[in-house]
């Protein structure tokens, strides 16, 4: 999974991802910052 978020942000940073595609990728970037991480022994 990480390896097609490595390869969309490039395509996003290029900027050869179009309009609905760019929207629901920049919502799950940022969804995937707000759960970054979580600590197992907490």
Do not use: C, D, T
Request: overall charge positive; glycine content about 4%.
């Amino acid at each position: 999974m990480l390896n097609w978020v490595k390869a969309n942000r490039k395509r996003m940073n290029a900027g050869e991802l179009k309009e609905p595609r760019l929207g629901k990728f920049k919502e799950l970037l940022a969804l995937s910052e707000q759960y970054k991480r979580k600590n197992q022994y907490e």
